[in-house]
């Protein structure tokens, strides 16, 4: 375990810690662990690998702490001043204004917008579940908040209105086909970096800031992602998750950092730091994944420019 955490902290480590295999065993470990399931026939290999997967995790996770701690540690831990630096993450936080947007948006062909869902769904690790278990033992007030939201993710007791199946939906309407093989590190990096924290109570306000991020900054990111798909012909019933995150999203953010991020911090400024780290973890997450989609996606693109001249 412990020369896990000393390569992780390696200066010359790759550009995501951890390499495209340990990425793909946690998230194996993650779709087997988190799902409902009989006692195992050998508890104890059971044990044995819950705690080899459990120091691989923590590891990836202190790896992504190490990166951004000191910006994190700049953020204010007043309410008032965390509030504002939060909420300016929305301009300033890394992978803001990625060019990968507009582009979904204005010129992916289907094909490329396929690729990129595909990507995105392999990568989702459950927001309901996520704040699910953040939620556990929570102060009162942030634990409404995070009741409400969950209540919504649930589609209010209304199956047409859960958001996990309206993007189950989609994946179907489109022919997707998401596999933890076939999706880049970066986004199963992602997914695990997510549930890392959500899972582990000593991350949970990592978690609380994370969420938070993610309701900050979806809105932008949905609402190109729906004009791409309009673009492209798509129906309603199909963009519609994308063009429900596009605007729900904003209020569930502003309710979130009112209701959650607000009373937490104020109880304990100690936690303005750690949502900080949880923010910029998922952040910059998110900023690798854009820039592995661009790599991918504009390779395609310049590589076959008769594309391009055959529509001309
Ligand atoms: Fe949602
Ligand atoms: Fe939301």
């Not at 970066?186 to 969420?211: D, F, I, K, P």
Request: negative net charge; proline residues 6%; hydrophobic residues 45%.
């Amino acid at each position: 375990m412990a020369s896990l955490f000393k390569w992780s902290r390696a200066a010359d480590r790759p550009a995501l810690p951890f390499t495209a295999e340990q990425q793909r065993r946690l998230a194996t470990w993650n779709r087997e662990r988190l799902a409902p399931q009989f006692p195992p026939a050998d508890p104890d290999a059971a044990l044995v690998r819950e705690s080899e997967m459990r120091a691989v995790e923590i590891a990836f996770l202190e790896a992504l702490r190490a990166e951004i701690s000191a910006e994190a540690a700049a953020a204010p831990t007043d309410v008032e001043g965390f509030i504002a630096w939060f909420e300016g993450l929305i301009e300033t936080g890394p992978g803001q204004g990625d060019p990968l947007f507009p582009w979904i948006a204005a010129e992916a062909s289907l094909d490329q917008m396929h690729w990129f869902l595909e990507q995105e769904a392999a990568g989702e690790a459950g927001f309901d579940d996520l704040v699910a278990y953040t939620q556990v033992k929570m102060p009162q007030q942030a634990k409404l908040e995070l009741a409400r939201n969950y209540w919504d993710e649930m589609g209010r007791g209304n199956p047409k209105g859960m958001h996990g199946p309206m993007l189950g939906h989609l994946i179907e309407a489109l022919d997707l086909a998401p596999t933890i093989e076939d999706t880049v590190a970066e986004s199963l990096a992602l997914a695990n970096a997510m549930t890392a924290m959500a899972t582990n109570r000593a991350y949970a306000w990592h978690s609380v800031g994370a969420l938070g991020a993610i309701e900050l900054t979806a809105p932008g990111r949905s609402a190109a992602t729906a004009m791409g798909l309009r673009r492209l012909g798509q129906p309603p019933e199909v963009r519609r998750y994308f063009d429900l995150h596009a605007t729900l999203d904003v209020k569930h953010s502003e309710a979130w950092n009112r209701e959650a991020l607000r009373p937490l911090v104020a109880e304990d400024p100690a936690r303005a730091t750690a949502m900080a780290e949880g923010a910029l973890i998922r952040l910059k997450a998110g900023a690798r994944c854009f820039a592995r989609y661009r790599s991918e996606l504009w390779s395609v693109r310049e590589s076959r420019p008769t594309e391009a001249m055959v529509h001309a």
